[in-house]
């Protein structure tokens, strides 16, 4: 079976030698930068890389603008390494698409089996698969949307948002409930990023985007008659 490539960008390289020696044991194949320009460099050269685990503090490019380019072309899942535990930067990650968010000092460990669940996830994710419902088509497998047939431009997250209101259509959905399926984050009272992500989401799909039904106090539902 080949092995998947993990991308491992610190400027520590203790920090990269420790991450790259337990996941070269758990049979992957690390790729290294020491800096967000080389990352972009590696990534958009190698074309296969499997997750990307990210440091935020780096000289030249920092994680964030790392995240955003690499968004901007690729749903890739990126582990976010960083040695705040501040909220708000947890929820920038998670508004740029991060998949998880990790505080250093961490269990290396504990690392490796958060990627091979991520990893897990993504594949059953990319699963070949084709979602219709009341004129919206999602193409899981190219990671596209079409409303009426015409392609529309999509984040990642609202792709993942939209995916998710689609396979639960009629069914109202707790903020709750979205943050911890498409962020895999848990809850703790702030529903901003959702709101806001809905917001856009609804703006894009035009006269579609009228099939997500606000449910006040609780979150919201896509409701559709076919």
């Known amino acids: ?31 290294e930068a020491g800096d967000g320009e080389e990352a972009l460099d590696i990534f958009f050269k190698q074309k296969d890389i499997a997750l ?18 690499v968004r901007a072309y690729s749903a890739v899942p990126v582990i976010m390494l960083t040695a705040r535990g501040d909220e708000q930067d947890e929820l920038q990650g998670f508004q ?14 504990i690392l490796v089996a958060r990627i091979e669940a991520i990893l897990r996830r993504s594949s059953r994710q990319n699963e070949e698969s084709t979602l219709k419902c009341g004129g919206i088509e999602i193409d899981k497998a ?35 409930k979205i943050l911890n399926h498409v962020w895999n984050y848990d809850y703790f009272g702030d529903a901003r990023t959702i709101d806001t992500h809905v917001k856009k989401l609804r703006s894009k799909m035009g006269e579609k985007g009228e099939l ?4 006040w106090g609780m979150g ?5 008659d076919r």
């Open 1 to 31: 079976m080949e092995r998947l490539k993990v991308l491992v960008v610190d400027d520590e390289s203790r920090m990269r030698k420790l991450v790259r020696d337990f996941l070269t044991k758990a049979g992957y194949d690390v790729l």
């Open 52 to 69: 990307i685990v990210l440091d935020v503090m780096m000289p030249r490019m920092d994680g964030w603008q790392v995240c955003r380019e």
């Open 96 to 109: 740029l698409g991060v998949d998880e968010y990790i505080v250093k000092p961490f269990s290396p460990k």
């Open 142 to 176: 190219a990671h596209q949307v079409f409303i009426d047939g015409q392609p529309i431009d999509l984040s990642y997250k609202e792709f993942e948002l939209l995916t998710y209101f689609v396979e639960n259509r009629g069914i109202a959905l707790s903020r709750e």
């Open 212 to 215: 997500i039904k606000t449910i």
């Open 220 to 224: 919201y539902k896509l409701e559709v």
